[in-house]
């Protein structure tokens, strides 16, 4: 995909990220993969502001009805990359929206509800919105199409108090998926802690860690992510943020600092194209000395970690072609 090289405009260093952030003096902006008028639409704006994740959102044209989940990450430490509170304000008035999150499934600030919601007050979301760790009551099981591995889905069991959710993600690296983007946010995201052993391994366990062979990992959180989409129907939205993009996860309280500078924000209802487009951003970046996104693209390869667009296309989640607005223009 070629790129459009916006000259004059300015991607900075905004409060939603860590202070470590490289900054360009041109913001990179997406082109369509395809001029299919049927394709899904993807929305760019390079401002990764309060107000430019607002006006992404509402550039989707949702009227939510009932009560809104927003799912975040509410990250490993405060040395991540995660979406800061202030940052998501505005997003989360405007929609009378409730964070939501789920437990992990490793050692750690947030594994245990008690030791999560700690966290959770540390970082400052309850002062912008409710925080509901969907699985604090247990969790559920909701079906799955795709049986190949898993034979349903393990979510908290508050997914049944939400009658909309905006799949809110930072996209960045991930040591074992590659990549997170709305897919992940969306499949080891949604899940609880069984959930997330279940989907690790491949459907072999829901108690304790196994590690599945690779592409059945990723072609799990395929399955997972479908069975979420499937669950909420049409009264689910996709965000992805491009910043901060360490070739690590929010997940990992130490990160590697970015190698790349700030992008923007993506959206779309389609789960899939939306982090196609966002993979299409980063493997034909113009990579400069000191703004360099080879470490990521590198992460990505190493993890097999496109695979999973390739299987959600195979799954029928989503697609892998997409038309881009921009809507700085």
């Not at 999150?101 to 050692?107: F, L, M, S």
């Not at 991930?174 to 992940?184: N, Q, R, Y």
Request: charge should be negative; glycine fraction near 8%.
């Amino acid at each position: 995909m070629k790129k459009l090289i916006l000259s004059l405009a300015i991607l900075g260093f905004v409060a939603c990220g860590t202070s470590t952030q490289t900054t360009r003096t041109e913001a990179v902006a997406p082109t369509s993969s395809t001029e299919n008028p049927e394709a899904p639409v993807v929305y760019f704006t390079s401002q990764i502001t309060p107000e430019g994740l607002l006006n992404i959102y509402k550039a989707l044209g949702c009227q939510p009805q009932g009560k809104v989940g927003i799912k975040i990450s509410t990250g490993e430490s405060a040395k991540t990359g995660y979406l800061r509170p202030d940052f998501l304000a505005p997003l989360a008035k405007a929609v009378d929206g409730t964070f939501i999150e789920c437990n992990t499934a490793y050692g750690g600030a947030r594994m245990k509800t008690a030791d999560h919601r700690k966290a959770i007050a540390e970082r400052g979301f309850e002062a912008v919105a409710p925080v509901d760790i969907m699985d604090e009551e247990g969790d559920l099981q909701i079906p799955v199409k795709d049986t190949k591995h898993i034979k349903y889905d393990i979510v908290g069991t508050h997914i049944r108090n939400y009658n909309f959710v905006i799949n809110l993600a930072h996209f960045k690296g991930h040591a074992m998926g590659g990549f997170g983007g709305v897919l992940k946010n969306q499949s080891i995201g949604f899940a609880s802690t069984a959930g997330k052993f279940y989907i690790h391994s491949a459907g072999e366990s829901s108690d304790h860690w196994i590690t599945a062979e690779q592409d059945a990992f990723l072609e799990s959180m395929a399955a997972a992510a479908q069975a979420v989409a499937d669950y909420f129907g049409p009264n689910i939205v996709y965000i992805d943020v491009m910043n901060n993009m360490s070739v690590d996860c929010d997940c990992d309280a130490n990160p590697d600092r970015p190698r790349l500078a700030d992008i923007g924000i993506l959206a779309s209802t389609d789960p899939v194209a939306l982090d196609k487009a966002c993979l299409d951003l980063v493997f034909n970046y113009p990579s400069t000395q000191d703004d360099d996104a080879e470490p990521l693209q590198k992460r990505i390869n190493r993890q097999h970690g496109t695979h999973i667009i390739d299987y959600a296309v195979s799954i029928g989640l989503g697609s892998a072609d997409y038309r881009i607005v921009n809507i700085d223009k």
